[in-house]
């Protein structure tokens, strides 16, 4: 008879599997990584985050974005239950769009120590104007199949 391997319960540590305060700033927020099972083999993982939302640091009125963050991992993973919970706090913080995308991207690299992350930021428009945002870090391994960000270009009407 083959036994069915059991899962592990999170570790204590970790934010998965456990009640936790939403974060009120991004300082206050932790990331949490988890060990990289194929950490020998190259592939793509992918966040999409469609209803990102930040405040203006001018007029406090809220901005909205789709955020796509792609990495290659290293020695860890993002446990993705604490990036929503990260990404979430930025919902009362004022920052301007191109500092949200790329204090983002940096704070991932930092806590996860990817092989290589890019983080598209697209952001709808204030004032008539949309600003697309875009980070990564160093070069992509030549073996990763990295897809297009699937976000178009912001149109109106015309």
């Not at 469609?50 to 993973?77: K, M, N, R």
């Not at 004022?94 to 204090?103: I, L, M, R, Y």
């Not at 073996?143 to 178009?152: K, T």
Request: glycine share 8%; proline share 11%; charged share 25%.
């Amino acid at each position: 008879m083959s036994k069915t391997p059991r899962k592990s319960a999170p570790s204590p540590s970790l934010q998965l599997g456990q009640a936790v305060e939403w974060p009120d700033r991004p300082e206050a927020a932790k990331l949490d990584r988890v060990p990289n099972p194929q950490k020998d083999t190259n592939f793509l993982a992918r966040f999409t985050a469609p209803e990102f939302t930040s405040l203006c640091p001018v007029t406090g009125q809220p901005d909205f974005a789709h955020l796509v963050i792609d990495y290659v991992p290293g020695p860890w993973l993002l446990e993705s239950k604490s990036l929503k919970l990260y990404l979430a706090s930025f919902r009362n913080h004022g920052a301007f769009h191109e500092d949200c995308t790329v204090a983002i991207g940096k704070r991932i690299a930092t806590e996860i120590k990817p092989k290589w992350l890019r983080i598209g930021g697209y952001w709808y428009p204030r004032g008539g104007i949309p600003i697309d945002v875009f980070w990564q870090t160093g070069k992509l391994p030549k073996d990763v199949w990295v897809p297009d960000q699937g976000v178009q270009p912001y149109r109106g009407r015309g």
